[in-house]
């Protein structure tokens, strides 16, 4: 102990240490997902599929969460359908032949109506943000999968999708997702 004085680097980094710095740290995670039930709504924009369709969806999502790392899940969508500027021309310009007799133009959409689904979702990253020095909050990098029944005008189909995300983990009991997911599904169009 006597030698550590005697070396001046080590003397000059004690000396610039500031008592006056407030460092956290955080070794666990804030919220315990061991067998934790989440229960969630969601609001979803769908983009490509019909060029005639937009189409929204509203939400409800049920996970248990085994460990930290593992989710089971279902997810449940109503779908909200309405023409778009290219679906609104065609439609409009298939009413005007027919007023003349022309049959030839018959455009068609096959609008979802409804989703259900299993899903399974897997977190490999996870982290902490210090958000605005008003507390630090939890989040996830996640990956997720699922299969179920799409219900559509013209009758059911079955569909899976693949995506993943971030979740943010703002309390024991608030959280929020922004997810990205691609599904696939058959419609008929005649």
Known sequence: LDSLGSNKAIVERAQDIDAENKVRVVQNRTVDRHWRIELGMSYDGVTGGDSYLKTNNLGYAFDLHVNPKFSLGARYWDSYNQLTPEGKRVFNEASQKRSVGDNSLRPDIDSPLS????IMTIYPLYGKLNFFNLGITQFDLYMTGGYGTMKLTSGSSPTWMGGGGVGIWWSQH?????EVRYQEYQDSIY
């Open 115 to 118: 989703t259900t689904m299993g």
């Open 174 to 178: 608030f959280s929020s997702r922004f």
